[in-house]
């Protein structure tokens, strides 16, 4: 099974199963798994278009958890980018990135061209009157499983997932 790594705006990332805190490079050959980043360690946008052009030619990365990271359409757009024609990455999470219809419309046309992604979270974002085109979209996905989208109300959590 592969570790969860945390990765860092120079590209780097922290192994938790090491003994001693020490950095890894994302060219490594351990096994990975999954990425994930934190609202910190987003980098400036051309930082973060170079790590996604080296998360993403990696073969033993899997997952990548861009969950609260706040990053916005622009970022969205290299993560788009990098995910179309991917063959590796399996699940993807954009949860609560402050995501309009513009960028979950982007990430929606790379899925097309996808063909490992099996499931994608986009809950907590400003998708609104674009939901029907975006369904579209993304059932037109070539492998795409699952979709989740969870909004909040002050009575209630809605979670709807739609399965393909």
């Known amino acids: ?17 090491a003994e001693e805190s020490s950095m890894l ?4 050959t351990d096994t990975l798994s999954t990425i994930k980043l934190t609202i910190d360690d987003i980098p400036s946008l051309p930082a973060f278009e170079q790590m996604m052009d080296n998360i993403t030619r990696q073969n033993n990365i899997h997952v990548l958890d861009f969950s609260h990271c706040k990053m916005g359409d622009d970022f969205v757009m290299c993560v788009a980018v990098a995910i179309a024609n991917n063959e590796n990455i399996q699940a993807i999470n954009l949860e609560d990135n402050e995501l309009t219809s513009a960028g979950v419309s982007k990430i929606a046309r790379a899925l097309r061209t996808c063909h490992a992604m099996l499931e994608v979270d986009l ?4 998708i609104g009157a674009a939901l029907p085109r975006i369904m579209e979209l993304l059932s037109d996905s070539l492998s795409l499983r699952t979709l989740v989208l969870k909004r909040k109300t002050e009575e209630r959590k809605y979670i709807e997932t739609f399965f393909f």
């Not at 490079?25 to 490594?28: A, G, M, R, T, V």
């Not at 809950?123 to 400003?126: K, Y």
């Open 1 to 17: 099974m592969g570790a969860v790594l945390d990765v860092y705006a120079d590209g780097s990332a922290l192994d938790p199963s």
């Open 25 to 28: 490079l994302l060219n490594s």
């Open 123 to 126: 809950s907590g974002n400003i």
